[in-house]
Nanobody, 120 residues
Framework: QVQLVESGGGLVQAGGSLRLSCAAS????????MSWYRQAPGKQRDLVAT???????NYADSVKGRFTISRDNAKNMVYLQMTSLEPEDTAVYYC??????????????WGQGTQVTVSP
């Protein structure tokens, strides 16, 4: 069973920075596409950033140039460095792992989420 545990959320003023961490159990990261999602109150869960097993990254337009996703497979960790934070970034941030299976499908795993609040 794969477990993902996020940390690093908190309260920060607009313009500030935070780094979120996601710790994964087991040696899964080398095979997984890892992503960060976020969900604001009353809104759907949206994709923020993705990093593939080969290190390719992709970002939502709203965070390009401000957020950076990275991974350390040796430590089974994924990070989201967030800079120039805006009140609109306030949300619960979730770590996601997508792991290919021998069947040709993908198993999806989620963390419990970490709250990020950006004050004006």
């Amino acid at each position: 069973q794969v477990q993902l545990v996020e940390s690093g959320g908190g309260l920060v003023q607009a313009g500030g920075s935070l780094r979120l961490s996601c710790a994964a159990s087991g040696s899964i990261l080398s095979r997984a596409t890892m992503s960060w999602y976020r969900q604001a109150p009353g809104k759907q869960r949206d994709l923020v950033a993705t990093i593939t097993s080969s290190g390719n990254t992709n970002y939502a337009d709203s965070v390009k140039g401000r957020f950076t996703i990275s991974r350390d497979n040796a430590k089974n960790m994924v990070y989201l460095q967030m800079t120039s934070l805006e009140p609109e970034d306030t949300a619960v941030y979730y770590c996601n792992a997508k792991i290919p299976t021998p069947r040709g499908t993908n198993d999806m795993y989620w963390g419990q989420g970490t709250q990020v609040t950006v004050s004006p």
